[in-house]
């Protein structure tokens, strides 16, 4: 079978190279892919959210699954796009519908979600444009810290947490009179805040059976110690020690069976990743956010730690067939550490050239903002430049492989936070 991946960064390049294992594959292309991604598959100069380029594509190359990436194609509604045309009867795409991405795309819709089926979530309120004063009326009732989220989709960075109501109410003012996230705040969630630990938990689904992949931890903020800008993620553990398996069967009655659940009753049409942000709130999860893909650099531990044919999986997901088939995972640790341009998340450099990728780095290094320049060398193109995964019996050990391997990468004002792990540590 001939698969097209959607998308262009660390997640994808894991995506590919794991498909790139399976023996049910023949052609392989990622559209349109980084540096990294060239070395297991073809690169295609084709938009992922262009859907007539797409299109083209995957007739011209008799593509059977395509494997999209990026929540935008899909809150775009690539999926329905292909339900719809005749053309594409015969290739399958894994990814939800336009409405059932929208538990990603607006945080009311998922909050209503939560609420209708019973998914443990914070306490909450929406409010629009219209209504700031009830909204101000809202906070006084909560106590500090406010949590303040943008309905619609902003990159990771429509939440904001405030320790003072002044804060709370200038923040609210700025997002929902002065837009600050553009149309993504024309409604503002208000919720109660949650305290614990944070954990990612990723399931795949045909919308009726799911198997649950590796849980993660995310290190969201670009300092170390947890300070400073929220980035798109510096670096991620698979398997997250505070996670036991109590826990995990909490997740799995309270979170997971009622999700499916629900997009049952509603009909939202769900063959893709179910990617479950949580708090662990004294061994209680709460579900802090859905997303409808798989997580970045969430999919770079992940990914290594599936033992079974990755493309068999997105198939059965793909084909509503997922029943038939089975999930092994490997126990090792699996850590990654992202090494970005100085500057991200704010204002950075590209086009520097990266040295280090072919030596011996007993780890994995999957590539996110990068390219090849005309003489065929590897250049930075992104904030999030690479990642690199090492794996190990223990995080002690994984830590040690992977920031032995980072000594050996350099592209000018090269930077990643050096304590990935270190919390997890004992
Ligand atoms: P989100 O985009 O919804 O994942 O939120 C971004 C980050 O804000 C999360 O990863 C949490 O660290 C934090 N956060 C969001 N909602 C809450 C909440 N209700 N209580 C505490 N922290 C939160
Ligand atoms: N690492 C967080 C995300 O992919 O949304």
Known sequence: MNVLILGSGGREHAIAWKISKSQDLTNLYVAPGNAGTSDVAQNVDVSATDFEQVKAFVLQKEIGLVVVGPEQPLVDGIVDYFGKDPDLINTLILGPSARASLLEGSKDFAKNF????????????????????????????????????????????????ANDFEQAEKALTDMLVDEKFGVASEVVVIEEFLDGMECSVFAITDGTDYKILPVAKDYKRIGEG??????????????????????MQKVE???????????????????????????????????????????????????????????ELCLG????????????????????????????PEKYEKQKQISGLD??????????????DNRNITITSGGRVLAVTAMAENIKQAREKAYHALEKIHFEKIYYRKDIGKDLLE
């Open 114 to 161: 939560m609420k209708k089926y019973n998914v443990p979530t914070a306490a909450y309120q929406s409010f629009s444009r219209d209504q700031l004063e009830q909204a101000k009326a809202f906070l006084r009732q909560l106590k500090p810290p406010y949590v303040l989220k943008a309905d619609g989709l902003a990159a990771g960075k429509g939440v904001l947490i």
């Open 359 to 372: 030596e011996e780095l007993g780890a994995m290094i999957f590539q996110a903002g990068t390219t090849k």
């Open 317 to 344: 997901a793909a084909k509503n067939e997922l029943a038939s088939t089975s999930i092994e995972i490997n126990d090792e640790y699996a850590l990654s550490v992202i090494a970005a341009s100085g500057g991200y």
């Open 226 to 247: 947890d300070t400073g800008l929220n980035t798109g993620g510096m670096g991620c553990v698979s398997p997250v020690p505070f996670v036991d398996e109590g826990f």
């Open 253 to 311: 009655s309270k979170i997971i069976k009622p999700t499916i659940k629900g997009i049952q009753m509603e009909n939202l049409k769900f063959n893709g990743f179910l990617f479950l942000g949580l708090m662990n709130v004294d061994g209680e999860p709460y579900v802090i956010e859905y997303n409808i893909r798989l997580g970045d650099p969430e999919a770079q531990v992940i990914l290594p730690r599936v033992k079974s044919d990755f493309l």
